[in-house]
């Protein structure tokens, strides 16, 4: 009955913001406050399918922190091949910050365009950075675009996506590749005081 009643909850959600789909790392907690890894399939500011080798119990608290979204709470409405899906207890300007965060990370490729309005435009003090590989190597870039999410950049090399470097101070991955440079996601939404004070 209670995966009912909660799916009935989540049935306005799913009406009022889009379930997207994602691809977003984690880790939860049960009550038994044993940590799992996660992945988000989809997501909704009301809810959230998580592919996990754990599944808990219908009806059980979960606490989770996923990559790029922080920290949501619920509890397991059912179980789904090779995970399970869980509510979103939050507030309403919880719930609205998720949908845009939503948003962004479904329309993250375009990362370097003007749609991206959800989080300030930064000015950087001075257009060219570094980036450092994995392997330490290091080259000039110049920055093209940048918000509190990532930026864009003109460097000389193509990285393999999903490769994690740094640009300037602040750790990032490789997101998209175009004609001469490389779209990045900074690891968490960082301040406009950050971005200026570690980018260049």
């Given at each position: 009955?209670?995966?009912?009643?909660?799916?009935?909850?989540?049935?306005?959600?799913?009406?009022?913001?889009?379930?997207v789909n994602v691809s977003v790392l984690g880790r939860f907690m049960l009550p038994n406050r044993n940590e799992y890894p996660c992945q988000v399939l989809n997501m909704s500011p009301?809810?959230?399918?998580?592919?996990?080798?754990?599944?808990?119990?219908?009806?059980?608290?979960?606490?989770?922190?996923?990559?790029?979204?922080?920290?949501?709470?619920?509890?397991?409405?059912?179980?789904?091949?090779?995970?399970?899906?869980?509510?979103?207890?939050?507030?309403?300007?919880k719930r609205e910050k998720l949908a845009n965060q939503l948003t962004w990370l479904a329309n993250r490729h375009e990362l370097n365009l003007p749609e991206d309005r959800r989080h300030e435009r930064i000015l950087p003090k001075n257009p060219y950075s570094q980036i450092t590989l994995p392997d330490g190597q290091e080259y000039r870039c110049r920055i093209i675009d940048v918000s509190l999410s990532g930026a864009a950049v003109t460097v000389d090399v193509r990285p393999p996506l999903g490769s994690a470097v740094t640009l300037g101070r602040m750790r990032a991955r490789i997101i998209r590749h175009f004609d001469d440079g490389l779209a990045l996601e900074f690891s968490s939404v960082q301040s406009a005081e950050m971005i200026t004070n570690n980018i260049c």
């Open positions: 009955m209670r995966s009912i009643a909660e799916r009935r909850v989540l049935k306005p959600e799913r009406r009022r913001f889009q379930r009301g809810g959230v399918a998580l592919m996990s080798p754990v599944t808990g119990r219908t009806g059980e608290r979960v606490i989770a922190y996923l990559d790029h979204i922080g920290r949501i709470e619920g509890e397991i409405a059912r179980h789904i091949e090779g995970g399970f899906a869980m509510t979103i207890n939050a507030t309403a300007r």
